[in-house]
């Protein structure tokens, strides 16, 4: 499975306009990037168009949704629009589903209970278990990635989280966690856009909060916008090698692909000096 997904990909704010993300998934699909992952946030995309036209436009690499909001978007809706798209494009589409976090939503049913619905519903509809990937921080939902679908998709962790994930899933399952980058060796420049991008909205979010507080960070690391400590390993900077070193240790703790998530008004250039030392 790790050949379909490869070892690095490209993972994508949804805050990118549409034209720079398909010009993106198009280039890092020549620079050797396996897959392109396509935050969403809390938008509706039930009829997945966008994710077909980067399939169109492009020839190999796995497109995946980094992701549908199980909150905003309704499970039979998204699963026939799976079924047009994998009858077309086959595995080179990967469903990645989730809640999202507790804030951005009404709820009406805890976010476990969600998640279980939602798969159980997409189980009705066909949508196979291998076509689809959840998004996943604790070890509930951790096992219950093992259990219903492809695997975890952990989003802003460090390689302490992949270790334990690890664990969790057991050794079959794909675990591919995204990491943040910014392509800038002055320690003070990369802070600077690195720390905003953290702090809003992650740092009030207390199902990132308290994950974050699980692998060891203090409430002084994590109050305001972040200690320095928090922001250098959540987003992570420096050379090209030396990041490539810092998301190789995901890989060394147990993930089979790291979607590299670049942060910057230049990504594609992030994704083209990465892509010297990462393949």
């Known amino acids: 499975m790790t050949a379909r997904l490869g070892r690095f990909g490209a993972w994508m704010s949804p805050a990118t306009d549409d034209r720079t993300l398909r010009k993106t998934a198009v280039e890092a699909e020549k620079l050797g990037y396996g897959t392109v992952w396509f935050g969403i946030g809390s938008g509706t995309v039930e009829d997945l168009a966008f994710f077909e036209e980067v ?45 999202g976090h507790p804030e951005s939503v009404a709820q009406y049913e805890s976010p476990y209970a969600k998640m279980v ?28 990635a093992a259990d219903r679908t492809l695997g975890a998709h952990p989003y802003l962790v460090t390689p302490a989280h992949t270790g334990h994930a690890r664990k969790i899933l057991g050794p079959d399952v794909v675990l591919a966690p ?15 856009i690195g720390r905003p991008f953290v702090e809003k909205p992650y740092l009030g979010l207390r199902n990132y909060v308290s994950n974050l507080r699980r692998l060891g960070y203090t409430e002084e690391d994590v109050a305001g916008g972040g200690t320095d400590r928090l ?11 030396t990041i490539a070193n810092r998301l190789g240790e995901h890989l060394a703790e147990g993930a089979d692909h790291v979607g590299v998530h670049v942060l910057g008004t230049d990504i594609l250039t992030g994704y083209r000096k990465l892509a010297e030392v990462l393949f």
Not at 231 to 241: E, K, M, N, R, T
């Open 55 to 99: 399939l169109a436009a492009t020839e190999t690499v796995t497109v995946a949704t980094a992701i549908v909001n199980m909150w905003t978007n309704d499970a039979g809706k998204i699963a026939a629009s799976y079924h047009r798209l994998a009858e077309r494009y086959g595995d080179r589409f990967l469903l990645g589903v989730g809640v």
């Open 117 to 144: 619905g939602y798969l159980d519903r997409l189980d009705a509809e066909g949508v196979p278990k291998d076509g689809r990937i959840l998004a996943a921080l604790g070890d509930k939902s951790l096992k219950l």
């Open 178 to 192: 995204e990491h943040k980058v910014v392509v800038e060796e002055d320690a003070a420049a990369a802070r600077l």
């Open 231 to 241: 922001i250098d390993d959540l987003a992570l900077h420096g050379s090209p090698s």
